[in-house]
């Protein structure tokens, strides 16, 4: 048993090891960030989209009007009538099951954003219930 051999075995595992090791590294950092630039940049790209969308929305409904009301029918093909009766000035849901079944996730909305959205609707559906 030679003493150098051994130390030179070790120092050679020892090098070997750190000099993957930061290969490792490196091949993990640099394809992070070019995953988190590319994400970044789908991101970005569904924002685009997402506001394209939303503004082609604003646009058909200032142009011509809510189409999805003519004839007061909805996507279930009830009437609103169905759906809400006016009693004393105020709208007032009336629960018909869904045919199919939709499925909504109901969420707690502060009253800064609830009321102005209430205010809209309240705006368009109105019209459309006898006074």
Avoid: C
């Amino acid at each position: 048993r030679n003493p150098k051999r051994i130390a030179l075995i070790w120092a050679l595992s020892a090098f070997l090891f750190f000099f993957a090791f930061q290969m490792l590294l490196n091949n993990s950092s640099s394809s992070s960030s070019s995953s988190s630039s590319s994400s970044s940049d789908a991101s970005f790209s569904y924002i685009k989209q997402r506001t394209r969308l939303y503004d082609k929305m604003a646009r058909d409904l200032k142009e011509h009007g809510p189409a999805f009301l003519k004839h007061g029918e909805t996507s279930q093909s009830l009437a609103l009538s169905d759906l809400f009766v006016l009693k004393d000035g105020v709208v007032t849901p009336t629960p018909k099951p869904a045919n199919p079944p939709v499925r909504a996730n109901v969420l707690y909305l502060s009253t800064e954003y609830s009321v102005p959205i209430s205010n809209a609707v309240k705006d368009v559906f109105l019209a459309y219930f006898d006074k």
